[in-house]
T-cell receptor, first 115, second 111 residues
């Protein structure tokens, strides 16, 4: 597609359930990023991929969070046993990933609400 | 942890006035970028300035970088109501391709 696509755009779930958030980056972009943004706050780095590898997972808040990327394309962020503090907008971004990061292209985000 | 912090946290101005936002960061950087966010959803890239550059312009935007003070400023001239948004600085450091965002400035331009 022309831009970064994220799904679902909105997800309401019950505490304790697992959720999967999907990101389709711009075709040809080798770098892919996940950020979390709580209401009224800045962006919190979660993880980034270079190709299918994740050189830096330091931002994942706990072992309930995991992410994978396949085919140097689609990425899935999985949150197991969701908690109310996981409620946030999860933003995905991609970039060409050559050398210095350069410009990131963002999707519209997936808004997660945990009841 | 946050690398950058924007100042002020919120700014309200009248249409036609200039808006200045500042960003301070903690460690040496490769580059610094500014992004805009409407309605808490996707961010849009505005401008990138490399560590060896001191000033950059793009339309009504002017960005400065002072690496000795570890700070950057974003100036929006002749502001419009449509400029109302949150503005974030983001820095890339070291050998990683990781971009860390600041806390953001909420700009309100009154018509």
């Amino acid at each position: 597609g022309a831009g970064v696509s994220q799904s679902p755009s909105n997800k309401v779930t019950e505490k304790g359930k697992d959720v999967e958030l999907r990101c389709d980056p711009i075709s040809g972009h080798t770098a892919l990023y996940w950020y979390r943004q709580r209401l009224g706050q800045g962006l919190e780095f979660l993880i980034y991929f270079q190709g299918n590898s994740a050189p830096d997972k330091s931002g994942l808040p706990s072992d309930r969070f995991s992410a994978e990327r396949t085919g140097e394309s689609v990425s899935t962020l999985t949150i197991q046993r969701t908690q109310q503090e996981d409620s946030a907008v999860y933003l995905c971004a991609s970039s060409l990933g050559w050398g210095l990061t350069g410009e990131l292209f963002f999707g519209e985000g997936s808004r997660l609400t945990v009841l | 942890s946050q690398q950058g912090e924007e100042d002020p946290q919120a700014l309200s101005i009248q249409e036609g006035e200039n808006a200045t936002m500042n960003c301070s960061y903690k460690t040496s950087i490769n580059n610094l970028q500014w992004y805009r966010q409407n309605s808490g959803r996707g961010l849009v890239h505005l401008i990138l300035i490399r560590s060896n550059e001191r000033e950059k312009h793009s339309g009504r935007l002017r960005v400065t970088l002072d690496t000795s003070k570890k700070s950057s400023s974003l100036l929006i001239t002749a502001s419009r109501a449509a400029d109302t948004a949150s503005y974030f600085c983001a820095t890339e450091t070291g050998a990683t391709n990781k971009l860390i965002f600041g806390t953001g400035t909420l700009l309100a331009v009154q018509p």
